[in-house]
């Protein structure tokens, strides 16, 4: 079952601050968030593996809550390079190997 | 280090023509192996995935089919395209479970 992403789509201005929203109905093993540029592949940014952690990839970071299948991606300080599709992954203890996509967060920087 | 070729590119083929697609992992070994597709403005459809060769799990009961014939050679194929498999496909690879997974560049396929 696809994991629910939220918001949809986001427009900041340079500088400000974004959250990016993933649950799932299922117990998840982890979750992956990757970013899309237009045209492009997705780039792996984290994984996270343990209920409750966190993980930092400069000013861009996320958490899990493992009890409540979720996921947040932080978007601090936001820099145009920021611009892009953000998706997450998720791996279901029932279902190892196989990872499903959200349908994305569009996320849009102007100067 | 690792690296990930897809190819082609780009492609445009015929309603009803055949269709194979090449995906090849360098660098690593026993890799798991990912087909996705991706329609314009939409999300990751995830189509086949292989934990090994000749595992081959299929998500999505349509006219494509995926074979491994070498441990890091994945190949998505089709008898005969519809109009509705036009779209971004994406090879990934990841070492195992519960690991980053890396994308080829993608082939962008146009059904006429």
């Known amino acids: 079952q696809q994991p629910v992403q939220s918001p949809q789509a986001v427009i900041l201005r340079e500088g400000e601050d974004a959250v990016i929203n993933c649950s799932s109905s299922k117990a998840l093993y982890s979750v992956h968030w990757y970013r899309q540029k237009h045209g492009e592949a997705p780039v792996f940014l984290m994984i996270?593996?343990?209920?409750?952690e966190q993980k930092g990839h400069d000013k861009i970071s996320a958490s899990f809550n493992e009890k409540k299948q979720q996921s947040s991606l932080y978007l601090t300080a936001s820099q145009l390079s920021y611009s892009g599709t953000y998706f997450c992954g998720t791996e279901a203890y029932s279902s190892a190997s196989k990872i499903i996509f959200g349908s994305g967060t569009r996320l849009s920087i102007r100067p | 280090s690792q690296t990930i070729h897809q190819w082609p590119a780009t492609l445009v083929q015929p309603v009803g023509s055949p269709l194979s697609l090449e995906c090849t992992v360098e660098g690593t070994s026993n890799p798991n192996l990912y087909w996705y597709r991706q329609a314009a403005g939409r999300g990751l459809q995830l189509l086949f995935y292989s934990v090994g060769i000749g595992q081959i799990s299929s998500e999505v009961p349509q006219n494509l089919s995926a074979s491994r014939p070498q441990d890091r050679q994945f190949i998505l194929s089709s008898k005969k395209l519809l109009l509705s498999d036009s779209g971004f496909y994406l090879c990934a690879w990841s070492e195992g479970d519960n690991q980053p997974q890396h994308f080829g560049d993608g082939t962008r396929l146009s059904i006429l």
């Open positions: 996270l593996l343990k209920g409750g």
